[in-house]
């Protein structure tokens, strides 16, 4: 049974044949419902007019809605042929392209929770605008693929656990950590200078991607051969002017995502909103704009959330709420994700979207569910256990927990709930089924 991908280092290096065709605001994407354009949001985070501009270009060139990626970043769908110009201009206007030959390799997510005042937690948004700035400022990493991605985590380990290829984890007395891809060791510099290291570890990965010759798109892709080196980074950093010392062994913290709530103790706090299956219409995100503090806007999610911080927790809770968007934890909505789907996916075995509401208040449980129409499961979780919910060419779907089939013993809800509670080590039954009975597919 072909398993998702998993996030350890590779036995066989992966041999590129052509370049990155991953979508952006200015290269569409032509899928089955219409083009498709992905706007790069630095850290998620968008001003309110930004946000508006967004909700603008959805009605105004798409199909009025918007969807939230696992990068923290915006699609729209539905795009007309020819619209590029005017979407260009538009996203232009909102301060959203600020370097169109590097749009693609804008791929930063932070903690979105960041600045809320935790102590000994730093705001690392401003780092994010600083590699952000020096990014657009360097002819050399336009050569990134559109799936390279960077991570600044202020300490509580979330962004981090999404295998970015470039992390910076905040740690006390003005500190940072950098890692490079899923290795178990960092280098330590001081927080001021955590963006630029940021930077020169994407050129050290380009510098080793050329000489591979293999056209890797992300660290993990590296053949044994070019993997790397915290030895040869430090070096690099040293000679860049950046102290830096090697921290060969680290344990790297890990806090789960924020859960959709609205967090404080006194009429004013944090919200995060989700909104199901992260799409939204142009009025549900609206609901959203209206919500969000002026001075603090909004922040996009790698978990298809966002979070409004430092606003009143009452009459917005009951604007968003009465839009459909999801401000309580026990929501059956609640780590239910999926990819497109069928109709706008010609690769897809089924309607995903569909199938998932046909069921998600009947299939409840702790862990995590993506739904997939077909083998490449796009938009799967990263970094944690989660069920595989497969479309099957006989109108069906296969279930799996972390490579372990989920046996065919009843219908879709039902295996869906005993997927969702199933825990490593638990003697689920689905562990101890053979593996021919463990590959039957559950009908919906």
Not at 48 to 72: C, I, N, P
Not at 79 to 94: I, S
Not at 181 to 196: L, N, T
Not at 221 to 231: C, F, N, V
């Amino acid at each position: 049974m072909s398993q998702p991908p998993a996030a350890a280092s590779r036995d066989e290096p992966v041999i590129r044949e052509r370049g990155d065709a991953c979508p952006g605001a200015l290269r569409l994407h032509a899928a089955d419902d219409g083009f498709l354009a992905r706007v790069r949001i630095p850290g998620g985070a968008l001003t309110v007019r930004q946000a508006s501009l967004l909700a603008l270009a959805a009605e105004r060139f798409g199909d009025g809605h918007l969807e939230l990626t696992s990068r923290g970043n915006v699609q729209l769908r539905g795009l007309a042929e020819g619209c590029g110009g005017g979407l260009a201009e538009l996203l232009d206007d909102a301060g959203l392209l600020p370097a169109p030959s590097h749009e693609r390799v804008r791929n930063i997510v932070a903690t979105p929770m960041s600045g809320d005042g935790q102590p000994g937690r730093p705001d690392v948004l401003p780092w994010v605008g600083e590699l952000d700035r020096l990014l657009c400022a360097n002819a050399r990493v336009a050569a990134l693929s559109g799936r390279f991605l960077f991570a600044f985590d202020d300490g509580r380990g979330d962004v981090a656990a999404l295998e970015p290829d470039v992390t910076v984890l905040a740690r006390p007395r003005g500190r940072a950590l950098v890692r490079l891809g899923p290795a178990a060791g960092a280098v330590s510099v001081a927080a001021q200078d955590a963006p630029r290291a940021a930077l020169l570890a994407a050129e050290y990965f380009l510098d080793a991607a050329d000489a591979a010759g293999t056209r890797a798109w992300r660290v993990d892709e590296l053949p044994a051969g070019h993997a790397l080196d915290d030895a040869e980074f430090t070096a690099r950093l040293t000679a860049a002017g950046i102290g830096a010392v090697r921290v060969p062994d680290v344990a790297w913290p890990y806090s789960p995502p924020p859960e959709p709530q609205a967090g404080g103790t006194g009429v004013r706090g944090t919200l995060c909103v989700l909104p199901p299956l992260g799409r939204l219409t142009s009025g549900q995100w609206r609901v959203l704009v209206r919500a969000a503090d002026p001075g603090r806007g909004l922040r996009v999610t790698p978990w298809r959330s966002v979070v409004l911080p430092d606003v009143p927790l009452d009459a917005p809770v009951r604007a968003l709420e009465g839009a459909g968007l999801v401000v309580s934890a026990d929501s059956p909505w609640r780590s239910v994700t999926a990819c497109t789907g069928r109709p706008g996916c010609a690769k897809s075995l089924a309607d995903v979207r569909a199938d998932a509401r046909a069921v998600v208040e009947r299939a409840r449980g702790p862990l995590p569910v993506h739904w997939s129409g077909c083998e490449r499961r796009c938009g799967h979780p990263r970094g944690t256990r989660w069920v595989d919910v497969l479309a099957t060419p006989d109108d069906g779907y296969r279930l799996s927990v972390h490579g372990r089939a989920v046996p065919r013993r009843t219908d879709l809800a039902a295996a869906l709930t005993i997927a969702r509670g199933i825990t490593s080590g638990s003697g689920s039954e689905s562990e101890s089924e053979s593996e021919s009975e463990s590959e039957d597919a559950v009908k919906k």
